[in-house]
């Protein structure tokens, strides 16, 4: 299912070289496209689909290591729980259990989610426990994240990729894509998706963190986000939209992370984070989920 970023030819593994063996990272591997494009699979399990072009800078370490963190801390589920949700409508397309072994072995692939943006694989593997009928893969620019991510699932496949340009993946391959608190390249998922195919967006609302960017050093939301999004999607239908919003209280720790995992990390040093915090602090989760199909 992945694409050359340079050609766009199917890739698939080199000749000689066990698929499963790199993807577990027992060895090196690599993944090739008949034009002789070659990209090399890291030993911690993920394809590096970067090419030489891009200067995108991706989440650093300490940034994926405080998302790690904090999402491990299960506050964002109800996020998780609408995702499965909107997923879980597509599962009667396809026999799970014994039923999907036997698909499978006549030539009958799973449903497959595209995961752009997706971190540390959080999402993904949530969502890859709750529906058995769903393979995953996940791109991510940062190395660090894919990393992480590549060990999040036995069923998720992982590359980094500069989604901006291109998404390195076959045309109309996917049955759904997931864009989590991510960058939106709409015609490039309208491409990926597959007939019937749904794109599922998370985005902040103003309200989202509003306690913490009172008095925090964090950035404020975009409030042409909204607007921004209509656009890109102008060649999608809307199919369903609901808004989530909880309140919870988050310790010292957990504000110090929140602040560190997002791009208000590039502006913040760490010994600012948090500061002046007397745990726990009442906090407000706002997002909206929608789900698109391509017009």
Not at 3 to 24: E, F, H, I, N, T
Not at 100 to 118: K, Y
Not at 127 to 147: E, F, Y
Request: net charge negative; glycine share 8%.
């Amino acid at each position: 299912m992945f694409a050359c970023p340079v050609c766009g030819l199917s890739l698939m593994p080199r000749a000689g070289s066990s698929d499963s063996a790199a993807w577990a990272g027992a060895r090196p591997g690599a993944l090739v496209c008949a034009a002789g494009h070659s990209f090399d699979v890291a030993k911690q399990g993920y394809v590096s689909l970067v090419t030489g072009d891009s200067h995108i800078v991706g989440d650093t370490s300490d940034m994926v290591q405080a998302r790690a963190s904090f999402l491990a801390t299960g506050v964002y589920e109800p996020i998780v729980s609408a995702l499965v949700e909107m997923l879980a409508s597509f599962d009667g397309r396809l026999p799970v259990g014994e039923e999907r072994a036997m698909s499978e072995s006549v030539g009958i692939r799973p449903l497959t989610f595209a995961d752009l943006g997706g971190g540390t694989g959080y999402y993904s593997a949530s969502i890859l426990d709750a529906l058995p009928a769903w393979d995953g893969v996940l791109l991510d620019v940062s190395k660090h994240a894919a990393k992480l991510a590549a060990r999040a699932h036995r069923r998720l496949k992982v590359a980094t990729a500069d989604l901006r340009t291109t998404i390195p993946l076959i045309t109309a391959s996917m049955d759904a894509a997931l864009v989590v608190f991510a960058p939106r390249n709409a015609a490039e998922i309208r491409r990926i998706l597959a007939p019937g195919g749904v794109c599922v967006v998370v985005t902040p609302t103003e309200r989202h963190l509003q306690e913490l960017r009172a008095t925090q050093h964090m950035l404020d939301i975009d409030p042409d986000k909204e607007d921004r999004l209509t656009r890109q999607f102008a060649d999608f239908n809307l199919m369903e939209q609901r808004q989530i919003e909880w309140q919870t209280d988050l310790t010292q720790q957990q504000v110090q992370w929140v602040v560190g995992m997002g791009p208000s990390a590039f502006h913040t040093e760490s010994t600012d984070r948090a500061s002046h915090i007397q745990d726990p602090v009442n906090t407000t989760v706002s997002v909206t989920v929608r789900a698109f199909q391509p017009k």
